[in-house]
C-alpha cells in the first residue's frame, strides 16, 4: 500500500459530495494511516522530552526526600545552568562543551552555596523555607533581567539538523538531550545504589536519626545531595536552553513540571518521579498535538476547548485529581 | 490586659493612625496605602485560616480571582449593579473555598501547600483560554466605578468649601472606602481570633491528634475557617475589581500577591491578625518606598545613570530585604514585640 502522507487527493476522495462506497474502505484506512502517523509523533515526542522532565524532577525529590526541603528555587538553578552556558558561548567565546562543564560546576556551587548560606538556617520551620528559596528564586529572576534584559535567547545546539525515525522528523539535538538525560539519571541511579556515599545518602532519607546515630555526618549529606540536586538541573537546564528557550521567566515552568511529576509520583520517590515524568510528558505532548474546538458564542467571542493552550492545563488537572484520590502520590511512602 | 483586649488596642491604634494620616498624604501615597489597606485585608484574611491553624495556603489569590473576575465580568457583560455583584462574587469565593476545603482536608504539610500553588495557576491559564471575556493578561476596562458621580456630587455639595478637587475627592472616597473595609475586618477577625473558635484553630496546628480526641471535629472547624477566609479575600478582591474599574489579572491572579500576602503574616506574626494588617502595610509601603528611593536625583554627574540603575535594582532590594527580614525576625514583629513587653514586665516585678 502506498503511503501518500496528507495527500490532498485522498481527502478529497474523502469529501462528502461523492458517494462513499464508490471509492471501497480506501479513506477510511488513510485516515487510519494520519492517526498512526499523528500516534507515532506524540510517543516519540513525549518519549524524548519526559526524559528531561525526569531529570529536572530528580534534583527536586532527592532533596525532599533527603532534607525534607521544598526547594522552589530549583528551576532558577536550572535557569541559571542555562543562562552560564548561553554566557559562556555568546560572550566568552567558549565551545558548548566546556560551556556545558561550566554550567553544571556553577550550579553544583550554587546549590552548596543556597543550602550553606540560607536553607541550612531556616531549614527548622518548612514555611520559612519555602517562602526563603522562592524569594531566591524571584532574586535570581531579577539579576538575570538587570543583566541579560527580558528578550527570549536561544542556546546553539551541540548538532543541528533532523533525523526521520520511521515517518517522524526529530531534531538531532534532542535525541542527544534524551541520551544525555537518561545517561545523568542512570549515573545518578548506579551513584545512590552502588557508591559508598550514595548508600549514606539513602540512608539519610530513611532515618535521620538513625544515620546520624551510626556516625553519618547529616550536613555533609546534605550539602552532598544539594550539590548533586545543582548538577543535574544545571544538565536540565543546559538542554532547555536549546531546546525551548531562555528568558528570566523561563524557571517557572519547570518548577511547575517538577511539582506536578513529584507530586503525581510521590514526594522523595526517585522511582515514581520517572514513571511520573512519562506520564505529565506524554499529557502535555497529547495536548499540543490533540485537535482542538473553537467554541463560539452568540456574540463571536471565541474559545479554544483542547489543543495547545490547555497544554499545562491538563496536567495540572490530573496532578489535583491524583493529590484528592492518592494524596502520597503514585510511589509515595506514607509518612 | 487579656489577649483580645491587648490586640484590639494595637488594632485601634493602627486605624486610627491610618485614618488620620489620609488627609496629609500626598496623592501618589495616597494610592499606594489604599493598596496596603486592601492588601491587609488579604494578609489577614489568608492569617485566619493559614496562620492560624497551619495549613500555608500558597494560592490565596485564586480566592480573589474567583470574586474578582464573577463580579467585574456579571457588572460587565450583564450591566449588575454593584450591590448585586459583590455579594455574588463573595458568594461563589465561598463556594470555592466549600469545594476545595473538603477533598483538601485530606492533605497534610507540603501537598496542601502545593495543590493551593497549583489552583492560581490553572486558573490562570483558564483566564488566558477565555480571554475573549476577560481580556487575558492585558484585562478588561469598562467596571462601575466604587465612587460613582452621583455619591461624589452630593459629596462635593458638602465639601466644597474645603477646597478639595475631583479627583482628590474621588482618591479620598476609595481610600476611606478601604478604611472601613479593613477596620471592619480587623474586628471581626481579631474577634474570631481570640474566641473559643480562635483557639480551637490555634489547638489544630499545634495539635491536630489531641484535639481531635477532646472530641472536636477538627474538619468542621477547618472548613469554617476556608470559608470566612475565602470571604474575606473574595469581599476584598471584588471590591478592588470595582476601584480598579476594571479586571486586571495582574491584581487579580498575580502569583506575586499570593505569596507577598504569606510574607506579610510572616513578617507581622502569623496566626494574629493585627501583624498581618501591619505586614501588609509594610510589604506594600515598603514597596513603594523602594520605589521612590530609586527614583532619587542623585547629586552624581550621571545622574540618567544611576537613575535608571538604581530603578533596575528596586525589585532586587526588595527581595533582598525580605530574605534578610525572613532571616532575623522569624517569629514575626508583633510578637517580637510582646515578647519585649512581657520582658520588661517581668523585669518590673522581680525589682
Known amino acids: ?335 | 490586659m487579656s489577649l483580645r483586649t491587648l490586640k484590639f488596642v494595637l488594632l485601634g491604634l493602627t486605624v486610627i493612625v491610618a485614618g488620620a494620616v489620609g488627609p496629609f498624604l500626598p496623592s501618589k501615597w495616597m494610592t499606594t496605602l489604599m493598596y496596603a489597606q486592601l492588601f491587609a485585608v488579604y494578609a489577614m484574611g489568608w492569617d485566619i485560616l493559614s496562620g492560624m491553624t497551619g495549613q500555608i495556603s500558597f494560592g490565596h489569590i485564586f480566592f480573589v480571582a474567583v470574586s474578582g473576575y464573577t463580579a467585574g465580568l456579571l457588572n460587565l457583560y450583564l450591566k449588575w449593579p454593584i450591590w448585586a455583584t459583590v455579594p455574588t462574587g463573595v458568594s461563589m469565593a465561598v463556594l470555592a473555598g466549600l469545594l476545595f476545603s473538603v477533598p483538601a482536608l485530606r492533605l497534610r504539610g507540603p501537598y496542601f501547600s502545593l495543590v493551593t500553588l497549583i489552583l492560581p495557576l490553572a486558573a490562570a491559564r483558564l483566564v488566558i483560554i477565555l480571554a475573549d471575556w476577560t481580556g487575558g493578561e492585558l484585562g478588561k476596562f469598562g467596571v462601575t466605578p466604587l465612587c460613582q458621580d452621583s455619591l461624589l456630587n452630593t459629596l462635593e455639595g458638602l465639601l466644597s468649601r474645603l477646597h478639595i478637587d475631583s479627583f482628590r475627592l474621588y482618591q479620598y472616597c476609595n481610600y476611606y472606602f478601604f478604611w472601613v473595609l479593613m477596620t471592619a475586618v480587623g474586628v471581626g477577625l481579631v474577634w474570631l481570633s481570640t474566641s473559643r473558635i480562635g483557639k480551637i484553630l490555634e489547638a489544630i496546628r499545634e495539635n491536630e491528634e489531641a484535639v481531635e480526641a477532646a472530641g472536636i471535629n477538627v474538619a468542621k472547624y477547618k472548613i469554617f475557617a476556608f470559608a470566612v477566609s475565602a470571604s474575606v479575600v473574595g469581599l476584598g478582591g471584588a471590591l478592588s475589581v470595582h476601584t480598579n474599574e476594571a479586571v486586571f489579572f495582574n491584581s487579580l491572579l498575580s502569583l506575586t500577591s499570593s505569596i507577598e500576602m504569606i510574607v506579610a503574616s510572616v513578617i507581622g506574626g502569623m496566626g494574629t491578625i493585627v501583624g498581618a494588617l501591619w505586614g501588609g502595610f509594610l510589604v506594600r509601603g515598603g514597596e513603594q518606598l523602594i520605589r521612590e528611593i530609586a527614583q532619587w536625583k542623585l547629586p552624581i554627574g550621571a545622574e540618567g545613570l544611576a537613575l535608571s540603575f538604581l530603578e533596575r535594582w528596586a525589585t532586587f532590594i526588595f527581595f533582598a530585604l525580605l530574605l534578610v527580614l525572613l532571616f532575623f525576625a522569624r517569629q514575626g514583629l508583633l510578637p517580637l514585640l510582646m515578647g519585649l513587653f512581657r520582658q520588661r514586665r517581668g523585669e518590673i516585678r522581680r525589682g
Open chain 1, 1 to 335: 500500500m502506498k503511503h501518500g502522507r496528507r495527500s490532498p487527493a485522498v481527502w478529497q476522495n474523502a469529501s462528502l459530495d461523492k458517494p462513499v462506497g464508490a471509492y471501497g474502505r480506501m479513506p477510511l484506512l488513510k485516515i487510519m494511516d494520519q492517526v498512526f502517523v499523528i500516534a507515532e509523533r506524540i510517543v516519540i515526542y513525549s518519549v524524548l522530552i519526559s526524559a528531561l522532565y525526569a531529570l529536572v524532577a530528580l534534583g527536586f525529590t532527592m532533596i525532599f526526600g533527603v532534607g525534607r526541603v521544598l526547594n522552589l528555587a530549583h528551576g532558577a538553578f536550572l535557569m541559571v545552568g542555562a543562562y552560564t552556558a548561553w554566557f559562556a558561548q555568546q560572550y566568552l567565546h567558549w565551545n558548548l562543551y566546556s560551556a556545558f562543564a561550566l554550567a553544571v560546576v556553577v550550579c553544583t556551587l550554587l546549590g552548596i552555596v543556597l543550602y550553606h548560606g540560607l536553607v541550612r538556617h531556616v531549614q527548622r520551620s518548612p514555611i520559612v523555607t519555602l517562602i526563603a528559596t522562592l524569594a531566591c528564586a524571584l532574586l535570581i529572576e531579577e539579576l538575570i533581567k538587570i543583566f541579560f534584559t527580558t528578550n527570549t535567547q536561544l542556546l546553539a545546539p551541540f548538532v543541528s539538523g533532523s533525523v526521520e525515525i520511521h515517518k517522524t522528523t526529530v531534531i538531532t539535538n534532542r535525541i542527544i538531550a534524551f541520551g544525555a538525560s537518561w545517561l545523568a539519571i542512570l549515573l545518578f541511579w548506579l551513584f545512590v545504589h552502588r557508591a559508598r556515599w550514595g548508600k549514606v545518602i539513602l540512608a539519610t532519607a530513611q532515618d535521620q536519626e538513625g544515620a546520624a546515630l551510626v556516625g553519618i555526618d547529616v550536613k555533609k549529606v546534605y550539602t552532598l545531595t544539594w550539590a548533586i540536586s545543582g548538577a543535574l538541573a544545571g544538565i536540565a537546564g543546559f538542554f532547555f536552553a536549546s531546546w525551548v528557550k531562555l528568558d528570566p521567566f523561563m524557571w517557572r515552568d519547570p518548577l511547575i513540571i517538577s511539582f506536578a511529576i513529584v507530586v503525581v509520583g510521590g514526594l522523595g520517590s526517585l522511582k515514581g518521579s520517572i514513571v511520573a515524568a512519562y506520564l505529565i510528558g506524554f499529557l502535555e505532548v497529547l495536548m499540543t498535538y490533540s485537535p482542538s474546538v473553537r467554541v463560539c458564542a452568540a456574540d463571536f467571542r471565541c474559545f479554544e476547548f483542547l489543543g495547545s493552550s490547555w497544554v499545562g492545563v491538563s496536567s495540572l488537572l490530573v496532578l489535583i485529581a491524583i493529590l484528592f484520590i492518592k494524596p502520597e502520590g503514585l510511589f509515595g511512602r506514607t509518612e
